[in-house]
Structures are given as C-alpha cells and as structure tokens.
T-cell receptor
Framework: KAGVTQTPRYLIKTRGQQVTLSCSPI?????VSWYQQTPGQGLQFLFE???????NKGNFPGRFSGRQFSNSRSEMNVSTLELGDSALYLC???????????FGPGTRLTVL | QQQVKQSPQSLIVQKGGISIINCAYE??????FPWYQQFPGKGPALLIA?????SEKKEGRFTISFNKSAKQFSLHIMDSQPGDSATYFC??????????????FGKGTHLIIQP
C-alpha cells in the first residue's frame, strides 16, 4: 500500500495570508490526525478527524482548522498566517481511532 | 506544561554499543507508549510501542522497558549501527494507537552512531 501523502511538500507564504495543506491517508484508513513540528515546541497535536467529523482538538488558536472528506482525505487550513506558524506540518492516518498512527513526510511551511 | 520529558537531548554512541533514551510522563491516564524514529526530511516512523500491562517489549535490536510506578519508560537500541543515526521521539496517549486523543511527544533525542 502507498503511504500517507501530503501536498505540497514545501510552501512559502507571507504574514497575513492563508494556506491550505492536503493529506491523503493510507488506503482504507479512516482516522486522520494533524501535528505541528517546530524546533522549539517539538511535535504538537493539532486535531483528529474520523468519519468527516473533528473528534478532538489540541491547544491551538481558531486560525487553525481542518476538514475531512468522504474519501478520508483531509485538508488543514491556517488563516492570517504569523511568523510563528513556520513549521513542518505532519499528517498521520490510522485504520480506526484506536489504531497505530502512520505519519506522512510533512509539508514544510515558511512564513515570511 | 510538558507532559512527557525526554532525555538526553543528544547522544553519541560507538558502533556496536547500546543506545539508551529515557522518558518520564506525568499523566497517569496515559496507557499507550510508542517510540518513533525520524530521519531528516521524513515523517516519524513507529519503531515499537508498549502498554502498561507489560514491563518490557523487544523487537529485534529495539527494547522498551516500562516502569509504571516510576512513570518512566526507556528505549534501548542494542548493537547500534550508523544507520540508526536519527532523531527518536517517545510519546504517550490515552487509548490505543494514539489516534483518538492525539499523541503527546517528548522533545526528541538526536542520536549519532559513530563508525
């Protein structure tokens, strides 16, 4: 099976803009989670989607949002970008909500 | 509040030696403890995971030791090889797999295996 794929792999935006990142889970996986990875804060949980519904959310401002489609693909949106949003955004998928999470390669977002 | 503390931050081990990375957690509701390995430019990959009903789990050269009373767990890499050079993250979550509540990660250990 193909692994988790994320597009784009690299992105450069300026402050105030918004960005949408995409994640395609492993075929058959229905749970998708998003994480932010920065050198200072490490890996932090953003949110989890299952059956097109956000089931859980980490401690991030409302500028961070997401959605999941009927084919389990997920998108993550960040509005009004700030310099501190520069990070590697990782998507992980699992067969179900209590199954092992497999990570994609991430999208490297740079905010100038 | 950092719920999972990982040490050391960096580690240099000679080829063939044992690499040991330690983690401590605070939330007693955690019941799933995985270790992830991450190479530059890649996402974290699951190495091995343990639940609190066992004190040790071994898979090949990788062993997790778990001490529930001390709320600590560690990763041992036996016969360390240069290909093991990577960043290692411990994590914890409530519920199996870490998908539902999300994984709480340690800050990572940058491991270098010298030939």
């Amino acid at each position: 099976k193909a692994g988790v794929t994320q597009t784009p792999r690299y992105l450069i935006k300026t402050r105030g803009q918004q960005v949408t990142l995409s994640c395609s889970p492993i075929s058959g996986h229905r749970s998708v989670s998003w994480y932010q990875q920065t050198p200072g804060q490490g890996l932090q949980f953003l949110f989890e989607y299952f059956s097109e519904t956000q089931r859980n959310k980490g401690n991030f401002p409302g500028r961070f949002s997401g959605r999941q489609f009927s084919n389990s693909r997920s998108e993550m949106n960040v509005s009004t970008l700030e310099l501190g949003d520069s990070a590697l955004y990782l998507c992980a998928s699992g067969e179900g909500r209590t199954d092992t999470q497999y990570f994609g390669p991430g999208t490297r977002l740079t905010v100038l | 509040q950092q719920q999972v503390k990982q040490s050391p931050q960096s580690l240099i081990v000679q080829k063939g030696g044992i690499s040991i990375i330690n983690c401590a957690y605070e939330n007693t509701a955690f019941d799933y403890f995985p270790w992830y390995q991450q190479f530059p430019g890649k996402g974290p990959a699951l190495l091995i995971a343990i639940r609190p009903d066992v004190s040790e789990k071994k898979e090949g050269r990788f062993t997790i030791s778990f001490n529930k009373s001390a709320k600590q767990f560690s990763l041992h890499i036996m016969d360390s090889q240069p290909g093991d050079s990577a960043t290692y993250f411990c994590a914890a979550s409530r519920g199996s797999g870490g998908g539902a509540d999300g994984l709480t990660f340690g800050k990572g250990t940058h491991l270098i295996i010298q030939p």
